[in-house]
């Protein structure tokens, strides 16, 4: 975690983004060597920086892991998720209508990527938010 993540009073709060293409979700599976889940699938994002606006931390989380850029303006807030495991960790997920880019360009933090459908996703093994976002998905 970089020393910039936004942690206030201990909660550690992050972005994520649901970014569709013809049905499908696009998931990235992390590194093997991520301390956390490793090689788990997720939806794109990440901690927000101290001070970073909510849409500019979305916008550079999806940038940064993928390579695509999202349209804020045109993003909804979808859910949050505070996993049980980790009560003081909130994620704030985001739907995102407007993506430009063609070709996903995956970030070190990931070493794979694949459009799936939530019925698909939900046969990996997914991280416990993307876990929590897919069943949320489900309804």
């Known amino acids: 975690m970089s020393a910039t ?3 206030l009073e201990g909660v550690f709060l992050a972005v994520r983004a649901v970014i569709s293409r013809s049905g499908k979700l696009l998931l990235l599976q992390r590194d093997a060597s991520h301390n956390r889940n490793p090689s788990h699938w997720e939806v794109p994002g990440g901690l927000i920086e101290i001070g970073e606006p909510l849409d ?24 949050f998720i505070g996993p049980p495991a980790k009560p ?5 997920i985001y739907r ?7 070709k996903v360009a995956l970030s070190g933090e990931h070493q794979a990527f694949r459009w799936a459908t939530v019925e ?3 046969d990996l093994e997914l991280t416990p938010t993307a876990r929590a976002l897919m069943e949320f998905l489900l309804k």
């Open 5 to 7: 993540a936004s942690n």
């Open 56 to 79: 500019v931390a979305l916008k550079r989380e999806v940038k940064e892991e993928t390579g695509l850029m999202v349209s804020p303006r045109l993003a909804n807030p979808l859910t």
């Open 88 to 92: 003081r960790y909130l994620e704030l």
């Open 96 to 102: 995102c209508k407007r993506v430009r880019g063609e």
């Open 120 to 122: 698909e996703a939900l």
